[in-house]
């Protein structure tokens, strides 16, 4: 009963808290927005209203608008990112975007890395995308066919346009490029099979294309602008509704004047404060929460699993001595343990002071009980969730991890994890991430640190404590922080979603680790290069493989690994994709990595084949063929992988030049 009522004070007193925090803030925003600062506003009198969620850069309209959506004047024109905003319909939720970049020859063209945000979806079934290669030789050409542009000043950097179907995927046949962009496009309906030679690619570019954006608030801002108010924002996300009355709701016409409200906050304020003191006073006056006596502990089975008492775990990692310690993370400390019967265990001690370690605890217990792979780390049991400690007890992993043997204490020769080991690696990760997808779990922080490898190398993928079941089709919203910087989805960021897409862009950064032997996140590396994944985006798009991929794997003097390790970057790449609808599934990576051990590229050497051409015209690209197409390893070169990346980060110099000389 004691117990139970000392977590019910502690529950209360951060509850409290909370309220107090909330609505200081609360009061600080209702004084400092009024409502007249979130009135629409234009760039030029023939521009489009700007309002919630879009706001204008540097004008103080932050709070008026949503983060991700800001846009900005220049010359007389709403620009956002390097695109032009031609229309904005607040009723259906869409705007409509185009391209003003043109050079001095007249050459219409998107500058090169210019991608459209990630969280604006596409709202017409008939997109083509124009594709924008530059820096390439002359003798450039893919399968759709394409076309030379005007846009540079002649030498062997030349530009080409390619269109393609939306799955359509631009394969390079001969030459090569250094950059590339796309855009989307519409196209009307009935125009058959349109090509380059049937169609105007710089009046597409004019017409522009039309995104909708998908926010939680829209329903909320249709009824306060439905009530006379203007939508906007408290602190980061949390919507508000500005009234002219100087108040603030989820809509207007409440019939409560805002000093009123004010004055009311403040009254609740001192109510709150005044409790929070008194049940400090009562915390300090009652015995300390008592600890489960031993006939809580009696081994029994919770989730199918052993029940081990504290004082037989305490006894198997010799009192969770230091020297026993395996590993320490964000949740908690790893120790080496024996138990009574001869079995080797590894022990995880989840931190008192974390008010989320039952949650983490219930979590993989409950997890890792109904899971039952090779490749995942299997539970021997825990202790009852009412126990002082929460320990949970599995096998015992002898070889350390990944993140060890590549940039760690092990990690001293290439030797000790040369390309085949890590290319099987690679392969048993994607297994059991594919295995995890296809029960419903999302595991949510995939890094080298989490893959442990037994005295094969075998893989065993562990720690589940921040995973997740989750319904076919349906993602998880969260804002509490999750992952590991360096390996979360930077989509997590603009929607706090994390679908199944999230565990591939993780995986994506594992497989720059495996090819580079470099950490995710590295402050010691130029600014630049600090996270691994942005630095191996800017070195696949210039074809740089050499100063990503570690030569003592044998990159420059063995041609298979030349050939595994660059298609491996290819398709990390992929997986590395800002926009999630662009990664692969992790089927579909499991799929590509298994051809690459096998070295199956079976689209290239049906191109290099004296009928290959013949046989690739035929194919009929209007059913699933298309998908099969996309999926298939293509080419070495990384404009046959380059797909959208909009990196928040400034670009690396490497690129700058690159783009200069473009």
Known sequence: MGLHFCD???????????HILFLAILVEAVQSVKYEDCEATRCSKRGPNVSYPFYVRGKGKELCGYPGFEVSCEGGETMYDNFSIRSISYEKWSFKLAIQYMNNAGCLAPRPLTYYREKLFQNSSFHYYLWFFYGCTSTFSTRFGQARLNCTSGGSNHTFVVLTRKEGWPMQKNGSCQLSSTIPVEMKEGIPNPTLE???YTMLLRNGF?????LLTKESCAKCRHSGGRCGRLNDREFVCYCSDGSSHEKCGAGIGGSIIVLCLFIYMIYLRRKYASLKFQLKNITPCPSPGPDMEESSVYFEVAIFTSRELEEATNHFASSHELADGGFGTVYYGKLRDGREVAVKRLYEHSHRRVKQFMNEVEILTRLRHNNLVSLYGCTSRHSRELLLVYEYISN???????HGQQGNSPATLPWQIRMNIAIETATALNYLHASDIIHRDVKTDNILLDKNFGVKVADFGLSRLFPNGVSHITTAPQGTPGYVDPEYYQCYQLTEKSDVYSFGVVLIELISSMPAVDISRERH????AIFAINKIQTCAFGELIDRTLGFESDSEVHRMTT?????????LQQEKEMRPLMDEVLEELKAIMRDENVVTKALNADEGEDALASFPMDNDNVQLLKNMQLTHSPVSVTQKWASSCSTCSSCSAAVADV
């Open 400 to 406: 350390g991890t990944v993140a060890d043997h590549i």
């Open 210 to 214: 039309t995104m909708n954006w998908t």
């Open 198 to 200: 049937s169609i105007n």
């Open 529 to 532: 290069e600090i996270n691994l």
């Open 567 to 575: 298609s491996v970057a290819e398709l990390a790449f992929r997986c």
């Open 8 to 18: 019910d004070i502690t529950r209360l007193l951060l509850h409290v808290r909370f």
